[in-house]
C-alpha cells in the first residue's frame, strides 16, 4: 500500500496557473501507475492525466495543451502544473496510484486505482 497526499490547491483567476502536488509514502513510488482526477460534488469523479511507470503521460481531452503531469521518483513526488486555468476546472482534485499498468482508456477509470490521497481544492474564477 502507498499513502498519498496532495497539496496545492488554492483560489485563482481565470487564466492563471497552479501547481499541485502529490507525495508517496509507504512503498515503492516508481512501480506505480500515477494519475490525477478531479471531482464536482454531484459528478463522477473524472480522469485528468496519467504518468507510467516508463514516463508515458496521457491526458484528458479538455487538459490537453493546458496541464503537464509529471514526477520525481527520487522525490516520490507527482506533480500536476495547471495552466491557461478555466471556472470549469474548479473541483477537488485527486492523486491516485496503482500496480497495475493502464491502457489508453483505462487510465481515466476511477475503479481501476486503489490507492487515494484525500484530495485538494482547486477554484477558477472568471
Known amino acids: 500500500q502507498v499513502q498519498l497526499v496532495e497539496s496545492g490547491g488554492g483560489s485563482v483567476q481565470a487564466g492563471g496557473s497552479l501547481r499541485l502536488s502529490c507525495v508517496a509514502s509507504g512503498s515503492s513510488f516508481h512501480v506505480y501507475h500515477m494519475g490525477w482526477f478531479r471531482q464536482v460534488p454531484g459528478n463522477e469523479r473524472e480522469g485528468v492525466a496519467s504518468i507510467s511507470v516508463r514516463g508515458a503521460t496521457t491526458y484528458a481531452d479538455s487538459v490537453k495543451g493546458r496541464f503537464t503531469i509529471s514526477k520525481d521518483n527520487a522525490k516520490n513526488t507527482l506533480y500536476l502544473e495547471m495552466n491557461s486555468l478555466k471556472p470549469e476546472d474548479t473541483a477537488i482534485y485527486y492523486c491516485?496510484?496503482?500496480?497495475?499498468?493502464?491502457?489508453?482508456?483505462?487510465?481515466?477509470?476511477?475503479?481501476?486505482?486503489?490507492?487515494w490521497g484525500q484530495g485538494t481544492q482547486v477554484t477558477v474564477s472568471s
Open positions: 491516485a496510484a496503482d500496480p497495475f499498468p493502464k491502457g489508453p482508456t483505462s487510465w481515466a477509470v476511477s475503479e481501476n486505482y486503489r490507492n
